[in-house]
């Protein structure tokens, strides 16, 4: 799957700042959490509290789906499958000089919560069918 393709894949998405995201727990139990997001060429960002458990559920499992939602949950589009993984480091730093910017509500679900004295993840969801392998969350 190339870099185009991987964008195509995210298309229902483009135009969403919210998506309903469905993480799985470990007996494959799906729980969707609307939350901000930030499409940016073939990949998917979204920042969540550390403990939240969100974070949890990805750290067992990084399988997800995507979907446009409303603020309220409501899907409004077709939901893209995906794998997500936490960015610590440089990688984190490198993704959010374009990411967090003042327009952009991702910046402001992060400064919100830090604001609260939460420590957040950042974490970047790649089309399920990206190459690569599987996906570990660094921990």
């Known amino acids: 799957m190339t870099a185009e393709d991987r964008a195509q894949a995210f298309g229902p998405l483009q135009a969403s700042r919210t998506a309903l995201l469905t993480t799985f727990r470990t007996g494959?139990?799906?729980?969707?959490t609307p939350l901000s997001i930030a499409v940016v060429g073939d990949c998917a960002y979204f920042v969540t509290p550390a403990g939240s458990g969100k974070a949890k559920r990805l750290a067992g499992n990084p399988s997800v789906t995507l979907a446009p939602c409303k603020l309220?949950?409501?899907?409004?589009?077709?939901?893209?499958?995906?794998?997500?993984?936490?960015l610590d480091g440089q990688e984190r730093r490198d993704a959010t000089r374009g990411l967090l910017r003042p327009t952009r509500s991702l910046f402001?679900?992060?400064f919100l919560y830090?604001?609260?004295?939460?420590?957040?993840?950042l974490f970047e969801v790649v089309p399920a069918d990206a190459p690569g392998g599987p996906v570990t969350?660094?921990?």
């Open 28 to 32: 494959g139990e799906a729980v969707g």
């Open 72 to 86: 309220n949950g409501s899907v409004t589009g077709e939901a893209v499958n995906g794998r997500a993984r936490r």
């Open 108 to 110: 402001w679900s992060l």
């Open 114 to 121: 830090r604001l609260q004295g939460h420590p957040m993840y």
């Open 137 to 139: 969350n660094r921990g």
